[in-house]
């Protein structure tokens, strides 16, 4: 099959990873970029060759003012690709969904949209046969991706009936300087439960999920603590067995490596990984625990990598290019993930 010709509007924290990872797909072809602002990021991603695009022609003098090139608007690229992925702010992207339509161009969106700007909600693991063919999907959001990457490898062994999790969220990414509470932990809401369990059932319907979530001041990761119920008494040693043997999951030992925060994981991926980026769901192993048919543990996300997989499987879903363990091996390679030193 053609290389995929792929755009992606929006170069922020996840548009950017998404930008330099369809670069690196040998599959696919990255033939530009919307940005609104020529600003630090989209000199750099100039400096690297990927051609700029602006929203319309209004932000294009913007660039023009600013001794940046651009190869157009929005309209031409869209005019040369097969899929778009939209990495604009949350609730932005719903505005564009009608212009990527009125070009028959196939269309991502991230978590920050509500579930019905897509015929459907994408997670790898759970439901990658759902989204082959369609027209718009809704890459999850990263919270969710970690909920759901754990669940789905755990109900596809074991089966999973319930599932209460507490949500530990940063407070901003580490560039955003006028976000996140300073000193306090927020509730958020205050209202139980947590959207991030609606947000699961937008993949998983049947699931019974309740959730709650706090913010604390910190830019590093999330942290989740999770309970589930499951179909049958398990052994913890075949908790740890299918987490390790699953894709996209790693699971880390703080009696070995010495860590047993976020602050140590970053600090090892910045000794492993470009941007000390961790695409992957970390689990303590330490901290899991089995009784009976519960299982409880603790899981850190990374906010800024950790759908930047789903995304590249999306694009193939969408225009039918790779089944599921071909997407899955083709990405992992891409991406370098699961090449931690021990």
């Known amino acids: 099959m053609a290389r995929v010709r792929v ?71 869209l005019s040369k690709i097969d899929v778009i992925v939209d990495a604009t702010p949350g609730g932005v992207g719903a505005s564009y969904k009608p212009l990527y339509e009125k070009a028959g161009v ?15 909600s994408f997670s790898t693991l759970c439901n990658y046969e759902d989204a082959i063919g369609k027209n718009t999907i809704r890459v999850v959001s990263c919270n969710t991706t970690g909920l759901l990457r754990l669940i789905c490898t755990l109900n596809r062994a074991f089966g999973v009936e319930k599932v209460r999790a507490v949500i530990v969220r940063r407070a901003a990414d580490p560039k955003e300087v006028k976000k996140g509470p300073i000193n306090s932990i927020t509730l958020n809401p205050p209202k139980l439960p947590s959207h991030h369990a609606e947000d699961v059932k937008s993949v998983l319907p049947w699931l019974d999920i309740k959730t709650s979530a706090v913010v604390v001041p910190t830019t590093l990761m999330h942290v989740h603590h999770v309970t589930l119920y499951l179909k049958d008494r398990v052994d913890r040693r075949d908790i740890i067995s299918a987490l390790e043997e699953a894709p996209r999951i790693v699971v880390i030992s703080s009696s070995k490596t010495g860590i047993k925060s976020t602050a140590q994981l970053i600090e090892a991926a910045r000794d492993q990984r ?52 071909e997407s899955i091996k083709l990405t992992d390679s891409t991406l370098g993930l699961g090449n931690w030193l021990w």
């Open 7 to 77: 755009g992606v509007n929006g170069l922020g924290t996840i548009g950017k990873r998404i930008a330099y990872a369809v670069i690196d797909s040998p599959d696919m072809d990255l033939v530009g970029a919307v940005k609104r602002t020529p600003d630090y990021q989209a000199l750099i991603a100039a400096a690297r060759g990927i051609p700029l695009y602006a929203p319309d022609t209004s932000a294009a003098e913007k660039f023009d003012e600013a001794g940046v090139k651009v190869a157009g608007t929005l309209d031409d690229l």
């Open 274 to 325: 470009p941007r000390n980026d961790i695409p992957e769901l970390v689990v303590f192993e330490e901290s899991i625990s089995v009784d009976g048919r519960e299982v409880m543990l603790f899981q850190a996300v990374h906010q800024e990598s950790i759908v930047v997989p789903e995304n590249l499987d999306a694009i193939r879903a969408i225009v039918g290019a790779a089944s599921r363990e």
């Open 106 to 120: 196939k269309a991502i969106f991230q978590g920050g949209e509500k579930a019905d700007v897509a015929e459907v």
